[in-house]
């Protein structure tokens, strides 16, 4: 199976998913991981260019761990926005990846617009990238594939509620080692931007899944929503581990 994962900054997908994507890795599953912004204000100490350079570095490091494909769309960081050259670039990342499956963060549900975006265009180019005159330079794609939505920052929200949920707890140590490869963005930058340990925040929720499924022997669980827009793929929570 091929699956595609779409993040709006450099270390996105490894918070909400990365332990699914972990799962489907170790499945033997083509697993593709599209950062769509470059996090090239992350950094309190260095130039923009110098902090797109290493949160790259960084992602590629992390997709590594688990034998993913990192797919750069370089946009700025915080000024992602549905134009002609950033969706032709979510259409072109599908028609590389050619996923069975996209995951995204849920369109407009989140405190932050890159995410909201992301799932957004991520959305939009799940078809569009069959259309044969929406021209990129990869070939038009032959299917629409299913959709599944993780869950929003924080991880709860009244507008987004999961359907679907993902025992990681034997992938879970890798998702915190692909998690830790973003080091530019622990310690000063996300305490003192945010005051917050996302390390400690990562555990909590995974956790707090997990005790809502109540299954014996769960510690940790990411969960996830099915697009339900049209078209619905038949069958499609085949594609979750």
């Known amino acids: 199976m091929r699956v595609l994962a779409f993040g709006a900054h450099p270390d996105d997908m490894e918070f909400r998913m990365a332990g699914t994507l972990a799962k489907m890795a170790k499945r033997g599953d083509d697993v593709f991981m599209c950062v769509a912004t470059n996090g090239n204000i992350g950094s309190y100490n260095m130039t923009k260019e110098a902090t797109a350079a290493m949160r790259h570095k960084e992602a590629q490091a992390s997709v590594d761990i688990i034998g993913a494909t990192l797919l750069w769309l370089d946009e700025p960081d915080e000024l992602l926005f549905d134009n002609e050259t950033t969706r032709l670039k979510f259409i072109e990342a599908v028609r590389v990846a050619r996923p069975d499956v996209i995951l995204a963060p849920p369109p ?134």
């Open 108 to 241: 407009f549900k989140d405190y932050n617009q890159d995410h909201d975006m992301t799932g957004y265009l991520a959305f939009e180019a799940r078809i569009l990238s069959t259309v044969k005159l929406m021209e990129t330079e990869h070939d038009v794609v032959d299917h629409i594939p299913a959709m599944f939505y993780c869950t929003p920052h924080g991880g709860l929200s009244e507008r987004t509620r999961p359907q679907y949920f993902v025992d990681i707890t034997d992938t879970f140590e890798t998702k915190m080692k692909m998690f830790h490869c973003h080091a530019s963005q622990q310690g000063d930058w996300c305490k003192d931007a945010f005051g917050v340990d996302y390390a400690d925040m990562i555990v909590r929720e995974n956790k707090f899944y997990a005790a809502a499924c109540g299954t014996p022997g769960v510690e940790y669980v990411e969960a996830f929503a099915l697009c339900t827009d049209w078209p619905v793929i038949a069958g499609a929570h085949k594609f979750l581990p």
